[in-house]
């Protein structure tokens, strides 16, 4: 399903990125993990396109499809879609008329039907039922006034609705109380299927308590340094982002 | 030195303390130090000139002393349901009207005079480190009395469900005295906690308190303080919060006595992805005045913060309102909201500006 390769990746000036070598196979769930600054934010935001990253060198193959060669909308109509870190706001565009928007446009990518505003409306209603939230939150703008629990929330509701091929959560757990964090991971829950990939991207470990990954990769000043399976999350909550230093194993 | 500095001055001098680590001392001297050169804020400095402090400082306040036996009974009643209650009477940690057996794990609610003595080390990379004794003279005050109050540290990764609940009682027995409540919470990487903070009394006490809070990296806290002092009673109070990364703070600061209150309060976003909420409602009678001022600095990108402030004033009472936000360079994606309402219930009460 994806494939990098010795990417390396600059931002700010910066090299933060020193080749990443990662295979996600279709229905895997990966956790990225590591200390603040080790490049896991600026890894998923690479593969989502944004333009304040410079590829320099590397490859990301997508689904046999080149990906660094799409611009971010055409890796959406692709399947791809990230849960921001930082999730905006956009006032005066309420939730319904911005998802009906997306999932047209992947509809029509694909060469599918457009959704009628009827058909879209019981379409969504199905999938805030799935993820426990209250329909009401569809006619209110994107994510106006809505606190940080909220926002990552609607960031879950987003993916639900999009059925995306890859999915990539930009630490999706930063700042939730512990029952924020169980909805939102009961969310990723339900979307996990063979014909789905996903890229958690996290600081702690207690999030995979409830996402439980197949592979958890150690990110460090731009590489992955350990890779192994969820009891590396473990071991590294229990020694700290410190005791890879110790020992690393360059993969 | 003004007569009324001089006073508070003499009464550090003649207050004993059990013997204090090295560091505290120099603290405690650095402070007075900075209370005698700033003395006690008139309307001529911008931060104070809707409130004069003159009704406290014409008053002699002599240092409170043990008033546990001035406590009358339920004054101290727990408000959260008593699973976990830490009661200082005039600053002082009281035991006898305090329940902390049934602590949860991960979480320490020490006296900060036994912690000095026990546990510096918890203690002394935090202590006063926020509190800006330079700048606030009052905040000076307190630090320079320094002796007691609570501590509350959460360990990292620890989600604490029982409501931590620290009560300060001042009361005075004969004359009215001052008390400086001071408590510090340091909330570890990742936890999760709910702390309230009362502030009940008996008598025309003056009670001038701090409180430090350190955020850590993605850690929850929910704040509370109540303040219901006798309508006679003078409350000044500074909390001064510092977040680390992709921390979670809200405030919600309840005003009901007093007759002169004024809260300050201090946030220093200094992580990125950080959400503080500082709400506030106070509710004025008579004459009393309520001053709330609030600061947030937003040191770091994408951090947001709300504040929503609501009064309910009757009969001649007065509020004051200021809320400042400070945006630094390359705080990018700040996203800050502020309201204040005020609802008047007769023709003479007046709203904050």
Same mark, same amino acid.
């Given at each position: ?18 080749g ?7 229905g ?14 600026? +890894? #998923? ?11 320099? @060198?590397?490859?990301?193959?997508? $689904? /046999?499809k ?54 879209f ?24 006034g ?19 091929? +890859? #999915? ?11 029952? @924020?964090?169980?909805?939102?991971? $009961? /969310? ?13 991207v996290?600081?702690?470990?207690r ?36 005791w890879l ?7 | ?183 510090l ?104 005045l309520?001053?709330n ?24 009472s ?24 005020a609802?008047?219930?007769s023709?003479?009460a007046?709203?904050?500006?």
């Amino acid at each position: 399903m994806l494939e990098i390769k010795n990417l390396q990746v600059r931002g700010g000036g910066k090299d933060i990125l020193r080749g990443i070598n990662l295979t996600v196979n279709t229905g895997e769930v990966h956790a990225i993990m590591g200390p603040n600054g080790s490049g896991k934010s600026t +890894l #998923a935001r690479a593969i989502a396109g944004h333009p304040d990253y410079e590829v320099v @060198a590397g490859s990301i193959t997508y $689904d /046999g499809k080149d990906l660094l060669a799409l611009a971010p909308e055409d890796r959406a109509r692709e399947g791809v879609f990230m849960a921001f870190q930082y999730p905006v706001e956009i006032p005066g565009v309420n939730n319904a008329y911005f998802l009906k928007a997306a999932v047209n446009a992947v509809r029509k990518h694909r060469g599918q039907p457009e959704l009628d505003a009827m058909e879209f409306m019981s379409y969504v209603k199905e999938k805030a039922k799935i993820l426990s939230l209250d329909p009401s939150l569809l006619t209110r703008p994107v994510n106006e006034g809505f606190s940080g629990g909220e926002k990552k929330r609607n960031e879950i509701f987003q993916m639900a609705v999009l059925e995306p091929a +890859l #999915a990539v959560l930009d630490e999706t757990d930063s700042g939730l109380d512990i029952d @924020a964090l169980k909805t939102v991971a $009961d /969310g990723v829950n339900a979307m996990r299927s063979p014909t789905r990939s996903t890229i958690v991207v996290t600081h702690y470990q207690r999030l995979l308590n409830y996402i439980v990954p197949d592979f958890v990769h150690v990110l460090q000043d731009g590489r992955i340094v350990r890779s192994g399976k969820k009891d590396l999350a473990l071991q590294l909550e229990e020694k700290g982002y410190g005791w890879l230093e110790a020992e690393p194993q360059l993969m | 030195m003004s007569a009324p500095v001089a006073r508070y001055v003499a009464d550090y001098h003649s207050a004993k303390t059990s013997s204090q680590p090295q560091w505290l001392t120099a603290l405690r001297e650095n402070a007075l130090a900075s209370f005698e050169r700033l003395g006690f804020p008139t309307t001529k400095l911008e931060q104070w000139r809707f409130t004069s402090v003159a009704p406290i400082t014409e008053k002699t306040f002599p240092l409170a002393t043990d008033g546990l036996g001035a406590v009358n009974a339920g004054l101290t009643d727990s408000l959260s349901g008593g699973a976990a209650v830490a009661v200082c009477v005039n600053g002082r940690f009281a035991p006898s009207l305090s329940s902390l057996s049934g602590l949860p794990k991960g979480v320490q609610v020490l006296s900060l005079e036994q912690a000095l003595i026990s546990s510096p080390a918890l203690v002394e990379p935090y202590l006063a480190k926020l509190a800006a004794s330079d700048a606030h003279a009052f905040t000076a005050l307190n630090t320079a009395f320094l002796r007691d109050g609570i501590v509350i540290v959460v360990a990292p990764h620890a989600v604490v469900e029982t409501p931590l609940e620290v009560v300060f009682a001042s009361v005075a027995a004969g004359k009215p005295t001052v008390s400086h409540p001071r408590l510090l919470v340091v909330a570890g990487e990742a936890s999760q906690a709910q702390i309230l903070e009362r502030y009940v009394g008996r008598g025309a006490t003056f009670s001038n308190a701090v409180t430090e809070v350190w955020l850590g990296a993605g850690a929850v806290l929910d704040h509370y303080k109540v303040q219901e002092e006798p309508a006679e009673a003078f409350h000044i109070a500074s909390m001064y919060l510092h977040g680390a990364r992709n921390g979670t703070f809200s405030s919600h600061n309840v005003t009901f006595g007093g007759s002169l209150v004024r809260n300050d309060v201090v946030a220093v976003l200094d992580g990125e992805g950080i959400d503080c909420t500082l709400n506030g409602l106070y509710v004025g009678r008579d004459k009393q005045l309520i001053d709330n001022h609030t600061t947030i600095d937003h040191a770091m990108p994408h951090c947001g913060s709300h504040e929503i402030y609501k009064g309910i004033l009757g009969e001649q009472s007065r509020a004051v309102f200021n809320g400042k936000i400070v945006v630094r360079p390359d705080a990018q994606k700040t996203d800050a909201k502020q309201t204040n309402k005020a609802l008047l219930l007769s023709d003479d009460a007046r709203p904050g500006i």
